[in-house]
T-cell receptor, first 115, second 109 residues
Framework: DTGVSQNPRHKITKRGQNVTFRCDPI?????LYWYRQTLGQGPEFLTYFQNEAQLEKSRLLSDRFSAERPKGSFSTLEIQRTEQGDSAMYLCASSSVIGGNSPLHFGNGTRLTVT | DQQVKQNSPSLSVQEGRISILNCDYT??????FLWYKKYPAEGPTFLIS?????DKNEDGRFTVFLNKSAKHLSLHIVPSQPGDSAVYFCAASADDMRFGAGTRLTVKP
């Protein structure tokens, strides 16, 4: 399977703990995106990378959130000092911008529950 | 800031009939529009897209229409099948991609 892979699928943590999620994009894709989705809402943009460069960050991405893509391949999203409001599905997607517009391909997400 | 809006949270149609899902956007910089389908416990799956230079794109039972002057996008599914029951998101892109809140489609046998 060469789709977008996200790990873990589920994470339950206590408030105040740090969590880290990993995303492995489709190998030939140079763009990688992070979104957050809560019940009844569409995916909300958090940030995206082109290769290893982080090009845009949403104002939703508070200073407790940090994302990296050190070698332009996999990416990690870390949330420090988690709060109950961080409970959501965190989605990763990738795309290739070579040749023009192309759709995002999503992974199955990491569901975070903060207790 | 809700730049992409889907005003109907749900839609129910009979099998074999047409399903029409609607979407409005506010950002005139958007130049690429897409529809995604989502099943529970899965990520959104790309369905069909359209560039701003076109007003219609068709792929089998799915057709997307774009009205740039009205900043309106729609997805037609003909004929609708029970397996089409899912949540449908419209999305629009200038550089990053923004999504609507989704419409839950139920196709009844």
């Amino acid at each position: 399977d060469t789709g977008v892979s996200q790990n873990p699928r589920h994470k339950i943590t206590k408030r105040g703990q740090n969590v880290t999620f990993r995303c492995d994009p489709i190998s030939e894709h140079n763009r990688l995106y992070w979104y957050r989705q809560t019940l009844g809402q569409g995916p909300e943009f958090l940030t995206y990378f082109q290769n290893e460069a982080q090009l845009e960050k949403s104002r939703l991405l508070s200073d407790r959130f940090s994302a990296e893509r050190p070698k332009g391949s996999f990416s990690t999203l870390e949330i420090q000092r988690t709060e109950q409001g961080d409970s959501a599905m965190y989605l990763c997607a990738s795309s290739s911008v070579i040749g023009g517009n192309s759709p995002l391909h999503f992974g199955n997400g990491t569901r975070l529950t903060v207790t | 800031d809700q730049q992409v809006k889907q005003n109907s949270p749900s839609l129910s149609v009979q099998e074999g009939r047409i399903s029409i899902l609607n979407c409005d956007y506010t950002n005139s910089m958007f130049d690429y529009f897409l529809w995604y389908k989502k099943y529970p416990a899965e990520g959104p799956t790309f369905l069909i897209s359209i560039s701003s230079i076109k007003d219609k794109n068709e792929d089998g039972r799915f057709t997307v229409f774009l009205n740039k002057s009205a900043k309106h996008l729609s997805l037609h599914i003909v004929p609708s099948q029970p397996g089409d029951s899912a949540v449908y998101f419209c999305a629009a892109s200038a550089d990053d991609m923004r999504f609507g809140a989704g419409t839950r489609l139920t196709v009844k046998p």
